[in-house]
């Protein structure tokens, strides 16, 4: 029992010196990089990366449905206006034409026939109409009997109906020969689609179709497409932006655009188009929402590249990313991106960050009440702080932020011009740094070097 008793003495004593050296030694402090804030010229941006692809294209198809039997133009050449691009095989047509034609003069004759047939029927009309006149008279003095002069008058009543409906016959007849006539011009004009030409000046970006291929034409509806004709000289990017990004960007903002063919090198954009409607990709909770932006790219931007033999140095389908700059501000105080974290109120308090929950020190002698507490704290809304030295302690301060970009934030207020604030390492001010914490200012390639490599 004694040897026990002595164990445990033993035990209970290292523990106690080891309590004690680390209360007279203390912590070892953080080390981190600090950097001054001062007045910059902070341009917001909102990047986004997309395909590069002409302001203009037409997909050329066909009315009329058959083989090509004449292909003019291959992929990049360049075309004029009512240049002829192909031809499709015209037998159909042609013999459509020629049958239409015929039925045109076959009706026209039939016209003829009626007109000749309601001049013979005015003359019996005539002669009726006399002679229904003269029965009327010998009616009126008895000479005849009521039997003839009614047939004299039925005579004469079918006569002028006679007339009438070979008239009616007539104005049928005319309608047929429009009719047919407007046949025959459509049949003319499916004729004329078989010769399929260029409707604006530009390149042929794409070329679906050879000579011998069938091509589907749907009069009203798109038929089989040719080819694709593009103004390569105006090119765009379309992009698509993010939802919490499109309320920033407005027509006529510029862009700086990177293309990935064209290494180290920038071109200049301004925003042509903003989409109203948004593209969704998915129907879950976790769906994407993102809204079309197209950005044209300033030709002046690229001019060098321009010459005989390379015309269009853009392609539709190159990939690139563009930086639109939303807003500009000159001479304003800012600091590193990285200097600038979120905590609770209460969060402000000296405790161990290993011991935290929620925001706030919850030790395993607080009750349950009070863990709910903490999370009811923990939701409340954060609110921005800088970390800077103080006595070679990290304190805090609250600021209010502005417009930023990729590397530095501006500070409305909080923060003087020329105080140094902690700017990393990321994981310390994000995460671990309290206020009173202890800290210890190195260089930045010392605080990224390991243990290992010294």
């Not at 026939?113 to 029927?121: S, Y």
């Not at 990935?260 to 929402?289: C, H, M, P, R, W």
């Not at 999370?375 to 932020?401: C, H, M, P, R, W």
């Not at 501006?410 to 309290?434: F, K, M």
């Amino acid at each position: 029992m004694k040897k026990i008793y002595w164990i445990v003495g033993i035990g209970i004593a290292i523990i106690i010196a080891v309590v004690v050296v680390k209360a007279l030694n203390g912590s070892k402090p953080t080390d981190v990089i600090t950097e001054k804030a001062k007045k910059r010229d902070i341009i917001e941006l909102v990047s986004a990366n997309g395909k590069i692809q002409p302001e203009t294209e037409l997909k050329i198809s066909s009315d009329v449905s058959g083989e090509i039997v004449d292909m003019l133009v291959k992929e990049g050449d360049q075309v004029k206006k009512g240049q002829l691009l192909c031809r499709i095989k015209p037998d159909i047509y042609e013999s459509n034409i020629e049958r239409v034609a015929a039925s045109v003069n076959s009706t026209k004759a039939n016209l003829k026939t009626n007109i000749a047939q309601l001049e013979q029927a005015k003359a019996n009309l005539v002669n009726a109409e006399a002679m229904h006149a003269r029965n009327k008279k010998l009616f009126d003095q008895n000479a005849i009997s009521q039997q003839d002069f009614d047939a004299s008058k039925a005579q004469f009543l079918a006569a002028k109906a006679n007339v009438d409906g070979l008239e009616e016959n007539i104005k049928a007849s005319e309608f047929n020969v429009k009719g047919m006539e407007a046949s025959l011009k459509e049949a003319s004009t499916n004729l004329d689609k078989t010769y399929i030409y260029a409707p604006v000046d530009g390149t042929v970006s794409k070329l679906n179709v050879e000579k011998g291929e069938r091509v589907v034409g749907v009069t009203g509806l798109q038929g089989t497409e040719i080819l694709r004709l593009a103004n390569l000289n105006e090119m765009e990017v379309s992009i698509e932006v993010n939802e919490n990004d499109i309320i920033r960007v407005h027509k006529n903002d510029t862009a700086l655009i990177e293309v990935d063919a064209y290494l180290d090198k920038k071109f200049k954009g301004i925003v042509t188009e903003i989409a109203n409607s948004a593209n969704t990709i998915g129907i879950t909770a976790d769906q994407v929402t993102n809204f079309v932006v197209k950005v044209r790219l300033l030709r002046e931007s690229y001019l060098d590249l321009v010459s005989e033999q390379n015309a269009a140095p853009f392609r539709p389908g190159m990939s690139a990313s563009v930086d639109i700059q939303t807003k500009r501000m000159s001479n304003v105080l800012s600091v590193p991106i990285m200097a600038v974290t979120t905590r609770h109120t209460d969060s402000t308090q000296v405790f161990k960050a290993e011991d935290e929950e929620y925001g706030v020190k919850v030790t395993n002698e607080e009750s349950e009440k009070e863990k709910e507490k903490a999370k009811e704290k923990s939701n409340e809304k954060q609110k921005e702080y800088v970390f800077v030295i103080n006595n070679g302690k990290a304190d805090l301060l609250e600021v209010k932020t502005g417009i930023q970009n990729n590397d530095y934030i501006e500070i409305t207020s909080g923060v003087t011009d020329g105080l140094e604030v902690i700017t990393g390492p990321y994981g310390a001010v994000a995460r671990t740094l309290r206020k009173g914490t202890k800290v210890k200012v190195v260089d930045k390639d010392k605080l990224f070097t390991s243990p290992e490599k010294e």
